[in-house]
């Protein structure tokens, strides 16, 4: 009985649940990114078309992305992608997107977003979409950022 309780209060699922409620005025988020991956024995790049997605997810109050900086596999900064910041409104979103054929970010490619909210807010869903499709076949999978720094 004791296993029960214990198994169905902690899950993943409840722990998220908990961590979703929880309201912020800012955050740096590292947001994985593939601009191709690896197939076969021989490890040939799939070359991928990656769409980075931030949503406020906020219904009341808007926020401000202040920063989207795309990062290649070594840690070079590739590009600055906003020079001012960019006011989302409630549930609006906008999205950034490196084209399939640029592959200079590599597997190991990343973004650093950062945005700030004149109140605390529901945090924002930070993620990318990677996609390939080719003849008959494709394939695609999603990434979400990981908060780096919460703003004091």
């Not at 600055?80 to 999205?95: A, F, G, M, Q, W």
């Not at 977003?113 to 494709?138: C, D, H, K, L, R």
């Amino acid at each position: 009985m004791i296993l029960y309780i214990s198994v169905c209060f902690l899950s993943p699922e409840s722990l998220y649940a908990e961590e979703a409620a929880k309201l912020s005025d800012g955050q740096t988020i590292y947001v994985p990114a593939y601009s191709h991956i690896y197939s076969g024995d021989r490890e040939t790049p799939v070359l991928l078309t990656v769409t980075l997605s931030i949503r406020n997810i906020d219904q009341q109050h808007s926020i401000q992305v202040k920063k989207v900086d795309y990062y290649e596999t070594q840690g070079k900064l590739v590009k600055t992608y906003i020079d001012s910041p960019v006011n989302l409104k409630p549930l609006e979103s906008i999205r950034y997107v490196i084209p399939r054929k640029d592959k200079v970010g590599g597997s190991g490619a990343n973004f650093i977003v950062e945005w700030t909210s004149a109140q605390p807010v529901n945090s924002p869903i930070v993620e990318t979409v990677m996609i390939a499709t080719e003849s008959q076949q494709g394939i695609s999978f999603t990434s979400r950022g990981q908060v780096l720094i919460k703003k004091e």
